[in-house]
């Protein structure tokens, strides 16, 4: 990566790669239906310990970006599927990664929604790498810069095939990251008591047991 071997890559060195250099977004959006929009997007934030200014105000830089500026205090379900995915998308974006990972992001949802998915993915990958795995090839031919088709584990096509290059890449020091201590606290005890129900009837069970 970026020159670097990863053959001597710890556990907590690939923790703090993907926290730092990669965005995730998923065919089924996975946001949290309890936290607010301006909560979903930030999390990733929250676990490398930024404090709460500056999430908040990368949370509305990215909203502005997916263009749902004026959606920071709703909740997921008050939302349609494409804008949930414009959410998931925002969320993978907030961290400014060098490399986004999307695994049908459009599967869950219509066709003009897929359109505008596709449209802001592309605009996205004019500054950063988009890999996005997709059964449409359809999507694939419009979309993409590179096709690569992979059966049974094999890849059986390559439009566009690396060549081998002599250039050099800086080596970079791996920066570590981490969910400061009390953000931890104060996520748990939030999660506890939206859940409190559930968590009072788990206690009594395990009293008893």
Known sequence: V?????????????????NRHVGFIFQ??????????EK???????MRGVD?????AK????????????????????????????????????????????????????SKSSEQCMNLLKELSQDRLVILVTHNQMLAERYSDR??????????????????????TEKKEKEKVRMGFFSAIATGAKNIFLKKGRNIVTSIACSIG
């Open 59 to 110: 949370a509305k830089e990215v909203l502005k970006e997916v263009g749902l500026e004026e959606d920071l205090k709703k909740k997921p379900s008050e939302l349609s599927g494409g804008q949930q995915q414009r959410i998931a998308i925002a969320r993978a974006l907030v961290g400014n990664p060098s490399l986004l990972l999307c695994d049908e992001p459009t599967g869950a949802l219509d």
């Open 52 to 56: 709460g200014k500056t999430r908040l």
């Open 2 to 18: 970026n020159g670097e071997s990863t053959k001597g890559f710890r556990s907590a060195d690939w923790d703090n790669y993907r």
């Open 147 to 168: 096709i690569i088709r992979i059966e049974d584990g094999e890849i059986v096509f390559d439009s566009a095939p690396l060549r081998s290059s002599n250039e050099q």
């Open 28 to 37: 089924s959006y996975n946001l949290v239906s309890t936290y607010s929009l």
């Open 40 to 46: 979903n997007i930030t999390l990733p934030l929250s």
